[in-house]
């Protein structure tokens, strides 16, 4: 049995680390609270955006948008979307796995490169893939023009034929306990069956053609910024949920920590008093 010092110096350590645990909770709770209202308001948006695109999603195969070109696929662009830090859990990993699965298996026969957004799969796959851009300072400041310039360079990449197909990776939030893993194609753009407005009688000024082609980059724009606000949040809820298992598991450590050192208090205090009471009745004798 450890002695009592070494005990003592366990309850401390373990207690100190309960402290940080338990603030880095209370952090990301706040920092969640503020990340879900944007998702939660941006959702309704984006979700109308889409309503939208696909009540005139006909002109993308009638007129051949630039950003429907559905080419053969020799080369891939997978957006892998992260955090900058650690400490939530298989928050990252789960992205880093989905991704290398990607690669190695989805598209195993294709020149496979990666952007990365968070330092995370940028320090991770880079090792193992080739890391074409790193946009991890995004977080900083989080805003929809921040995040445009990133998707100008995903569309400008597919139009010039860089690359034959982008997928975007991230963690979609549900709650502050559930990340879902998601993989989704950003470019090209598939139509939408929107077979119930199609015959609608709309006169369209100017054409349709040209209002999709002003609404498309408008919408991949929008698609990204949700993807990345999507991970945000989920990486907070993440971060959240570990710091709270993780204070549960020091504060359960420290009190069994405490008993073995009661336990080991008590029997030095017992060798004490039995080596006493030998004393004293050696002394009488």
């Given amino acids: 049995m450890a002695n009592l010092k070494e005990i003592r110096n366990r309850i401390t350590s373990v207690s100190s680390t309960m402290q940080i645990t338990s603030a880095m ?3 990301s709770a706040a920092k969640l609270k503020k990340a879900q209202d944007a998702i939660t308001a941006m959702r309704p948006y984006a979700n109308k955006l889409t309503e939208l695109l696909q009540s005139l999603s006909g002109s993308l195969t ?3 948008s630039k950003f429907a070109d559905n080419r053969a696929v020799e080369k891939v662009l997978i957006v892998s979307i992260t955090s900058n830090r650690g400490l939530c859990g298989a928050f990252n990993t789960n992205i880093i796995k989905r991704s290398a699965v990607l690669a190695n298996e989805t598209y195993g026969d294709k020149k496979v490169d990666f952007m990365a957004i968070g330092k995370k799969s940028n ?6 893939f080739n890391v074409v851009a790193n946009h991890s300072a995004v977080y900083d400041e989080l805003t929809f023009d921040n995040v445009a310039v990133i998707a100008e360079s995903l569309m400008e990449q597919f139009t010039s034929g860089s690359y034959d197909k982008i997928e975007l990776v991230y963690n979609k939030f549900k709650n502050a306990a559930t990340q879902i893993v998601m993989s989704e194609q950003f470019l090209p753009i598939v139509p939408l069956a929107g077979e119930s407005n199609s015959n609608s009688d709309y006169i369209f000024e100017p054409s349709k053609l040209e209002i999709v082609e002003q609404l498309i980059p408008k919408s991949l724009k929008t698609q990204l910024y ?4 999507d991970s945000y949040a989920s990486e907070h809820g993440a971060r959240m949920t570990a710091m709270h298992k993780a204070t549960d598991n020091a504060t359960e450590l420290r009190d069994e920590l405490k008993l073995t050192y009661n336990k080991a208090r008590q029997a030095a205090i017992t060798n004490e008093i039995l080596e006493i009471v030998g004393g004293a009745e050696a002394l009488s004798n």
């Fill in 123 to 128: 320090d991770t796959l880079g090792k193992n």
């Fill in 25 to 27: 909770k209370m952090v």
């Fill in 226 to 229: 949700k993807a990345i606000r």
């Fill in 62 to 64: 009638e007129g051949g």
